[in-house]
């Protein structure tokens, strides 16, 4: 069996790999300050919960753009019993020619999520758009080369911009809206939230279609990517699972060659 993880900035996505097939089985919410916390059992007892099973035969393959967080998975993958461990840039080379202008600068997200929209559609230019902490926004050509792309802020990280500038505005739950018009503070907020983020992310796309052609695929991944699948006309579909098979194509690419 194989581990799939993909550290980001708030949450672990995990999976694994059933004969071929990557099946998600949750997230775990991580605090930055308190790394040790995967130490004292979290990541076992969450895998326990979920009955799955490891053995020393098994591996695990993760990624991850909070580094402070690698060394504690690491040993906490061990203390699974998993003596096969890969890390995206470290141990596991990316297999995709990476246009950035200084390629180390690229998330491991962002080049994970190209090489298995590359993989997935090889015939043409894809889009990736991944709704998380930050939106990223990032080009692969039918070359299979990783051209750069575009941040933004999140849905979230703008939600809590507001809240901790305003001091009459409360941190409020992302909840996807009813309508147009908020009819008091709190749906206010969220319409203004979600139609500002949509409609930025609409023209962003519209603009890489410009670039690119009509005819450009336009894939969304990331936590928050299914809230705006009917939002953002320009998405061809979600796959909240691209990361993580993107790891698994990756490993499996640099077994091969």
Do not use: W
């Not at 840039?89 to 600068?105: A, D, E, F, S």
């Not at 500038?165 to 941190?171: D, G, V």
């Amino acid at each position: 069996m194989i581990l799939l993880a993909d550290i980001g900035n708030t949450s672990i996505t995990l999976g694994l790999v059933k004969s071929n097939r990557i099946v998600s089985f949750g997230r775990i919410t991580i605090d930055k300050s308190n790394n040790e916390v995967f130490r004292k059992g979290l990541l076992r007892k969450y895998i326990k919960d979920h009955k799955v099973r490891i053995t020393k035969n098994d591996i695990a393959i993760f990624c991850s753009v909070v580094p402070r967080v690698d060394k504690y998975f690491k040993i906490a993958l061990q203390e699974l019993g998993i003596r096969e461990i890969y890390q995206g840039g470290k141990n596991l080379k990316y297999c995709i020619k990476n246009k950035y202008k200084k390629p180390k600068q690229v998330g491991a997200d962002r080049l994970l999520n190209a090489i298995a929209a590359h993989n997935d559609y090889p015939q043409g230019d894809i889009l990736v758009v991944d709704f998380g902490t930050a939106i990223t926004f990032d080009i692969v050509n039918k070359r299979n080369e990783y051209l750069g792309g575009i941040i933004m802020p999140g849905v979230r990280t703008s939600l809590a911009a507001l809240s901790s500038k305003a001091e009459l505005l409360p941190l409020i739950k992302l909840i996807k809206p009813i309508g147009l018009i908020g009819k008091d503070t709190k749906t206010s907020i969220q319409n203004g939230i979600f139609y500002s983020v949509a409609d930025a992310c609409e023209g962003i796309i519209n603009r890489f279609k410009g670039k690119y052609g009509g005819k450009l695929k336009v894939i969304a991944t990331g936590g928050d990517s299914s809230l705006f699948k009917n939002l953002v006309p320009g998405i061809d579909l979600v796959d909240r699972q691209l990361t993580l098979r993107g790891l698994y194509v990756n490993y499996k690419m640099q077994k091969s060659s």
